[in-house]
T-cell receptor, first 113, second 117 residues
Framework: AQKITQTQPGMFVQEKEAVTLDCTYD???????LFWYKQPSSGEMIFLIY??????QNATEGRYSLNFQKARKSANLVISASQLGDSAMYFC??????????FGTGTSLTVIP | EAQVTQNPRYLITVTGKKLTVTCSQN?????MSWYRQDPGLGLRQIYY???????DKGDVPEGYKVSRKEKRNFPLILESPSPNQTSLYFC????????????????FGNGTRLTVT
């Protein structure tokens, strides 16, 4: 079974609007960490936000927030007030026991002016 | 500056010609790993290392070798490259963390775009 599932290959959003990128994960461990990365067209991988499995509150970093629903095993990334520079690939990842990282297949986000 | 440095950025080679992609980190991280990125498949782990002289296979290890003789370096070796190894490769490192908080992210190098003809 896939450890990380991102079901949206491509998404479009109007500039200044909010957008949600979906991520579901699969683990039987009670301890794990969830991460989102951004990959612009230049290719580098940029760490955006982290959520721990025991965190009571949803993580936020500037315009990025993580909608963490533990019972549903989902960790959706919300980008508020989209900007043209947000156009990129976005990857969801999980780290669990053994310090292994698992990545999803990514979502390509296009911000429309 | 804390960073992961991988070289070269671009590499074009021919089938069967051995090559090495170097990776070095200056953050004293225990954990290092190699990924390949292919369209529609995301990032797939090739090999990882928890510490010096400790390496393990990831999801797609066939055709690759690694070594971890020093903590900072983790080279990726293709003994006999084939066209299906044409891909974008990333080296990454992280602190090793203990339960319950796996809160240390992966730090990535800038990638190596490999073409095997």
């Amino acid at each position: 079974a896939q450890k990380i599932t991102q079901t949206q290959p491509g998404m479009f959003v109007q500039e200044k609007e909010a957008v949600t990128l979906d991520c579901t994960y699969d683990t039987s461990d009670p301890s794990y960490g969830l991460f989102w990365y951004k990959q612009p067209s230049s290719g580098e991988m940029i760490f955006l936000i982290y959520q721990g499995s025991y965190d009571q509150q949803n993580a936020t970093e500037g315009r990025y927030s993580l909608n963490f629903q533990k019972a549903r095993k989902s960790a959706n990334l919300v980008i508020s007030a989209s900007q043209l520079g947000d156009s990129a690939m976005y990857f969801c990842a999980m780290r669990e026991y053994g310090n292994q990282f698992y990545f999803g297949t990514g979502t390509s986000l296009t911000v429309i002016p | 500056e804390a960073q992961v440095t991988q070289n070269p950025r671009y590499l074009i080679t021919v089938t069967g010609k051995k090559l090495t992609v170097t990776c070095s980190q200056n953050m004293n991280h225990e954990y290092m790993s190699w990924y390949r990125q292919d369209p529609g498949l995301g990032l797939r782990q090739i090999y990882y290392s928890m510490n010096v002289e400790v390496t393990d296979k990831g999801d797609v290890p066939e055709g690759y070798k690694v070594s971890r003789k020093e903590k900072r370096n983790f080279p990726l070796i293709l003994e006999s490259p084939s066209p299906n190894q044409t891909s974008l490769y990333f080296c990454a490192s992280s602190k090793e963390v203990a339960e319950p908080s796996y809160n240390s992210p992966l730090h990535f190098g800038n990638g190596t775009r490999l073409t095997v003809t």
